[in-house]
T-cell receptor, first 115, second 116 residues
Framework: AQTVTQSQPEMSVQEAETVTLSCTYDTSESDYYLFWYKQPPSRQMILVIRQEAYKQQNATENRFSVNFQKAAKSFSLKISDSQLGDAAMYFCAYLRGAGTYKYIFGTGTRLKVLA | NAGVTQTPKFQVLKTGQSMTLQCAQDMNHEYMSWYRQDPGMGLRLIHYSVGAGITDQGEVPNGYNVSRSTTEDFPLRLLSAAPSQTSVYFC???????????????FGDGTRLSIL
């Protein structure tokens, strides 16, 4: 069975600095997707970034980028120039291949941004 | 375009009471899911549906029932509420076209449910 592990329950970063959130996963599949979701205090689940396993290039979205290490089954999220609005819970999620729908979520990392 | 609409946003129940959490989506998505979110546990899948008339169990289905009579609606029923079901519940819908979708899974705003 696939699993997703986020080993950092809480992280802190100074405003304008860079922080990296860790995620590892376990799967025997070769076709899958990985996601990072942000959940602010409003409870909304907001997609931050996605990575297709078949793509070697790491995904980037403005200040957010990932370090996807397929062999190591690692999928970390880097937030550059951290802003107060980045404070939230961040969840790593796995989806096995296109045409499936059973997402597996990690337990989350709470990110605090210090002014 | 409302996306995924969950009602109610908050609910307090007594042990043994029943209730239905409503979920509706207007994006014609095939897939719909219910998750529960507990501190330190992330989101865990309760039940899911791949289309009208088809449902199946997720990771934590006990104590919950679902049905999918239409593409749009996917209600979650608690037949006899227990304190262990105190949680935040999220409904989500997904299109099959994950590869070409900017937003592969749409979430509702959640329902905070407390069982006394």
């Amino acid at each position: 069975a696939q699993t997703v592990t986020q080993s950092q329950p809480e992280m802190s970063v100074q405003e304008a600095e860079t922080v990296t959130l860790s995620c590892t996963y376990d799967t025997s599949e070769s076709d899958y997707y990985l996601f990072w979701y942000k959940q602010p205090p409003s409870r909304q689940m907001i997609l931050v970034i996605r990575q297709e396993a078949y793509k070697q290039q790491n995904a980037t979205e403005n200040r957010f980028s990932v370090n996807f290490q397929k062999a190591a089954k690692s999928f970390s999220l880097k937030i550059s120039d951290s802003q107060l609005g980045d404070a939230a819970m961040y969840f790593c999620a796995y989806l096995r291949g296109a045409g499936t729908y059973k997402y597996i979520f990690g337990t989350g990392t709470r990110l605090k941004v210090l002014a | 375009n409302a996306g995924v609409t969950q009602t109610p946003k908050f609910q307090v129940l007594k042990t043994g009471q029943s209730m239905t959490l409503q979920c509706a989506q207007d994006m014609n998505h095939e897939y719909m899911s219910w998750y529960r979110q507990d501190p330190g546990m992330g989101l865990r899948l309760i039940h899911y549906s791949v289309g009208a008339g088809i449902t199946d169990q997720g990771e934590v289905p006990n104590g919950y029932n679902v049905s999918r009579s239409t593409t749009e609606d996917f209600p979650l029923r608690l037949l006899s509420a227990a304190p262990s079901q105190t949680s935040v519940y999220f409904c989500a819908s997904s299109s099959r076209q994950i590869t070409y979708s900017n937003q592969p899974q749409h979430f509702g705003d959640g329902t905070r449910l407390s069982i006394l």
